[in-house]
C-alpha cells in the first residue's frame, strides 16, 4: 500500500513554460514534506520542502503548494529550463514519532524540451 | 571528496557470495541511512543509524548486515542474496534531531545477483 503516489510516471513540457508535478499521500500522521530531484547516475538531492503549517513555499523558481485536506501537494516550476529534466521525488514524513522514516513516491520523469 | 561516497558504483555477484559495500560521508552529519530501490518502485528504507546506533531495521532479512564503525562510514554487508535482491543501495546522511533534517544521498550501488 503505498502512502505516498506520485501517479504521473512522466511529463513533457517546453522550456519556457510551467513544469507541475503532482502528489498525493494517505497517512494523516505526515506533516513534513519534500521534493527530491535526481539526475542518472546520480543520487538523489534535496530541492525543497514544505512543513504542514504552511500551504506554500517559494525558492527561486520552484514553488511546492500543500492542500492538507486533499492531501496532495505540487511542485510548480517556472520557467522550466532543459537542466531541470531529472526524476522528481515526492516524499513525506511524520515530524513526531519517527521523523527519519521518509516515505518516497515513485518519482515523475521530467523532459524539458528546448 | 566531498558529500557522501559509495563503493562500489556496480556490483554483480552469486547468491552465495558475501560482499560489503561501502559509503562514507564527508558532511560532519551524525545520521546514516541505507535505502533500496527496486525498478518501479520507491526508495524503502533499510536502515537508520544515529550516532552509530542503530535505531530503525525495517523488517530487513537477515541476509542484509548493516554495520557502522562511526558516524562517517556505513557498510552494508551482503550474504546469500535471492536475485530479487538485485536493486540500487542508496545510502544517505542527515544531521539528526533538527527539523528540517534533508538527507543527502550518495550516487548508489547497482546491485546485481545472478
Known amino acids: 500500500d503505498q502512502q505516498v503516489k506520485q501517479n504521473s510516471p512522466s511529463l513533457s513540457v517546453q522550456e519556457g513554460r510551467i513544469s507541475i508535478l503532482n502528489c498525493d499521500y494517505t497517512?494523516?500522521?505526515?506533516?513534513?514534506f519534500l521534493w527530491y530531484k535526481k539526475y542518472p547516475a546520480e543520487g538523489p538531492t534535496f530541492l525543497i520542502s514544505?512543513?504542514?503549517?504552511?500551504d506554500k513555499n517559494e525558492d527561486g523558481r520552484f514553488t511546492v503548494f500543500l492542500n492538507k485536506s486533499a492531501k496532495h501537494l505540487s511542485l510548480h516550476i517556472v520557467p522550466s529550463q532543459p537542466g531541470d529534466s531529472a526524476v522528481y521525488f515526492c516524499?513525506?514524513?511524520?515530524?513526531?514519532?519517527?521523523?527519519?522514516?521518509?516515505?518516497f513516491g515513485t518519482g515523475t520523469k521530467l523532459q524539458v524540451i528546448p | 571528496e566531498t558529500g557522501v561516497t559509495q563503493t562500489p558504483r556496480h556490483l554483480v555477484m552469486g547468491m552465495t557470495n558475501k560482499k560489503s559495500l561501502k559509503c562514507e560521508q564527508h558532511?560532519?552529519?551524525?545520521?546514516m541511512y541505507w535505502y533500496k530501490q527496486s525498478a518501479k518502485k520507491p526508495l524503502e528504507l533499510m536502515f537508520v543509524?544515529?550516532?552509530?546506533?542503530?535505531?530503525e531495521n525495517n523488517s530487513v532479512p537477515s541476509r542484509f548486515s548493516p554495520e557502522c564503525p562511526n558516524s562517517s562510514h556505513l557498510f552494508l554487508h551482503l550474504h546469500t542474496l535471492q536475485p530479487e535482491d538485485s536493486a540500487l543501495y542508496l545510502c544517505?546522511?542527515?544531521?539528526?534531531?533538527?527539523?528540517?533534517?534533508?538527507?543527502?544521498f550518495g550516487p548508489g550501488t547497482r546491485l546485481t545477483v545472478l
Open positions: 516524499a513525506a514524513r511524520p515530524v513526531s514519532g519517527g521523523y527519519q522514516k521518509v516515505t
Open positions: 543509524y544515529n550516532f552509530k546506533e542503530q535505531t
Open positions: 497517512n494523516s500522521m505526515f506533516d513534513y
Open positions: 514544505i512543513s504542514s503549517i504552511k
Open positions: 544517505a546522511s542527515s544531521q539528526a534531531q533538527t527539523l528540517a533534517d534533508e538527507q543527502f
Open positions: 558532511l560532519g552529519h551524525n545520521a
